[in-house]
């Protein structure tokens, strides 16, 4: 037998028996495997191949524990048949897809994280599943920002030294200060001062080297929203200056940290954003050009890196060419929304946004209560998290569907857990559900 099939076969075993047993840990490993190897085509192979049998198993395991508790309950909610019409319109492209085998691998794809999206809500409601979620985060990503930065400490060549922070280290730096957020709104007293020096000198870092500059810039504007909420409406502004006084100074430590070489860097930078501008322009117009052609269901699931040269804009296919992206069958349109309309036309992307938009509105939404003041603050950075997620979609594709999951599975880890804070009788009150939200998100656990 394969090696990689016994592989397989013992990480799905071990997935699922713990499922049964501990739901939360199971997640974690789950969420874990996916975000951090999937995404990495360096370690790709066998680390992907756990991954999947991670969904596969924590997918069984929770069938068979809804039919134990006989609780299986079925899509009934118009946000299910929104997933539903999704994939459907996935399935359509696939059928006048240029590359039939290509198409059905994303569609796989895209009903894996579906599944998963679905155990996230379920399973992620609660206080121990966040921090067993931040917990796994927080640790595999300061293993490879150790791993990474001992890597750039060895190159002389800035150019070499953005290419590993930028696509090695960007990811946790954004998701460690985005978590730094999620317990500065969490914990009402400021007991974990090295976790926000740390995050200031990451967020330096990445604001500077990170080649996804865009949800740094996204990020800003979420913190001055949140800042604006709890100095003006929550009358909270001490600790929310504190904790931007650690930010700065330990920010300002890693502007010394960079000077040697920050003057070099700066002018490659300034040539580098505006070549990256074009590029991306040029990928966004093979898009739309695409769209043009073919309006109703696209080229299929993963046919835009295959067809899209002939469609780029005359004024950036030089660029284009002279960066390496023609002939790269693995691109896409560097947007979430775009490449849809290339790729599943306008059922697709209609689908995709209906669906996108009923989560981040649902993450967003923690009507009827009143809320102590721990769980103010938690509900505000699930709004934060909707927020944030809908802009990733827009010029982004460096995390992709992943990222929005992720800060949307988060956001209704926060939004449950301060609705978990009300008092009963408050609940009884204000929470009864409407017909359309009731048995929303019921899957049996």
Not at 10 to 33: E, H, N
Not at 40 to 48: F, H, N, S
Not at 126 to 141: D, S, W
Request: aromatic share 14%; charged share 15%.
């Amino acid at each position: 037998m394969d090696k990689e099939l016994i592989l397989l076969l013992v990480c799905g075993t071990v997935v699922f028996l713990l499922a049964l047993v501990r739901p939360a840990y199971a997640l974690t490993i789950t969420l874990g495997a996916n975000f951090f190897l999937q995404p990495r085509p360096q370690i790709a192979g066998v680390y992907v191949i756990l991954a999947d049998a991670a969904i596969v198993a924590l997918t069984l395991a929770w069938i068979f524990r809804s039919i134990a508790s006989e609780r299986l309950t079925f899509p009934r909610t118009g946000l299910e048949l929104a997933f539903g019409v999704l994939a459907g319109a996935y399935i359509l492209s696939a059928v006048f897809a240029f590359d039939h085998g290509r198409a059905l691998v994303k569609t796989v794809q895209l009903v894996e994280w579906v599944l998963l999206f679905y155990l996230t809500v379920n399973y992620g409601r609660g206080e121990k599943t966040l921090r067993l979620l931040v917990g796994t985060l927080i640790g595999v990503g300061l293993f490879e920002v150790a791993l990474a930065a001992y890597q750039a400490a060895r190159m002389e060549d800035f150019r070499r030294v953005t290419g590993t922070l930028g696509n090695d280290l960007g990811w946790y730096m954004f998701m460690l200060l985005l978590f730094a957020m999620v317990q500065f709104v969490t914990y009402t007293e400021l007991k974990h001062r090295l976790l926000w020096a740390v995050a200031g000198i990451f967020f330096t870092f990445g604001f500077l080297l990170t080649q996804v500059r865009e949800l740094w810039f996204s990020l800003l504007v979420a913190l001055l929203v949140l800042a604006i909420l709890e100095a003006f409406i929550h009358r909270r502004p001490k600790r929310f200056l504190r904790f931007l006084g650690v930010v700065a100074v330990s920010g300002a430590a890693g502007i010394i940290l960079l000077l040697p070489k920050l003057g070099p860097y700066l002018v490659y930078l300034e040539n580098r954003s505006l070549d990256t501008l074009y590029t991306r322009l040029g990928q966004w117009g093979s898009a739309l050009n695409i769209f043009a052609a073919h309006p109703w269901a696209g080229i299929g699931p993963g046919g835009f890196g295959q067809l899209w040269v002939p469609f780029i804009p005359e004024t950036y296919y030089s660029l284009c060419v002279a960066y390496g992206l023609v002939g790269n069958s693995e691109i896409d349109a560097h947007s979430f929304l775009f490449t849809r309309l290339a790729e599943t036309g306008l059922l697709g992307t209609a689908a995709a946004v209906w669906v996108l938009w009923r989560l981040a509105r649902r993450t967003a939404r923690v009507k009827g209560l009143s809320l102590p003041p721990l769980a103010q603050g938690i509900a505000i950075t699930a709004r934060l998290l909707a927020v944030l997620a809908l802009l990733t979609l827009v010029y982004s594709d460096f995390f992709q569907i992943k990222l929005f999951w992720m800060l949307v599975g988060l956001g209704l880890s926060c939004r449950s857990f301060a609705a978990g804070t009300v008092r009963p009788e408050a609940k009884a009150a204000n929470l009864r559900p409407s017909p359309h939200e009731e048995g929303a998100y019921n899957f049996g656990c």
